[in-house]
Nanobody
Framework: RVEMVESGGGAVQAGGSLRLSCTVS????????MGWFRQAPGKEREGISCINWKGDSPRYKDSVKGRFTISRDNAKNTLYLQMDGLQPEDTGMYYC???????????????????????????WGQGTQVTVSS
């Protein structure tokens, strides 16, 4: 059974930092690209960042470029998201997801169907809440 557990969320003031972690079990972690997604209240889920199985070729949503850094440690089966310079618009539930196919790099696009499965993200965590106050 695949299990993906996010942690590290919390409440911070604007300009603060958080580091999210996603620990994965039940699949061969280094066979999968990984991504971070977020969903703000009343909004659609959006792709924030993703990275290939080796830990290079990261992709970022324009609004987080230069502030967020995605990384992974395959020895620990863990994905990270370092978030600096947080802003109120970064508030939301943050999810990690695993992608086995070749479309993983499209994580920051908006899927027409509304499901990121079309970009091969088929396994998801339960999320961790990030709240940024002004």
């Amino acid at each position: 059974r695949v299990e993906m557990v996010e942690s590290g969320g919390g409440a911070v003031q604007a300009g603060g930092s958080l580091r999210l972690s996603c620990t994965v079990s039940g699949l061969r972690f280094d066979d999968y690209a990984m991504g971070w997604f977020r969903q703000a209240p009343g909004k659609e889920r959006e792709g924030i960042s993703c990275i290939n199985w080796k830990g290079d070729s990261p992709r970022y949503k324009d609004s987080v470029k230069g502030r967020f850094t995605i990384s992974r440690d395959n020895a620990k089966n863990t994905l990270y998201l370092q978030m600096d310079g947080l802003q109120p618009e970064d508030t939301g539930m943050y999810y990690c997801a695993a992608a086995y196919g070749g479309s993983w790099y499209r994580c920051t696009e908006t899927p027409r169907s509304g499901s990121y499965e079309v970009f091969d993200y088929t396994d998801w965590g339960q999320g961790t809440q990030v709240t940024v106050s002004s």
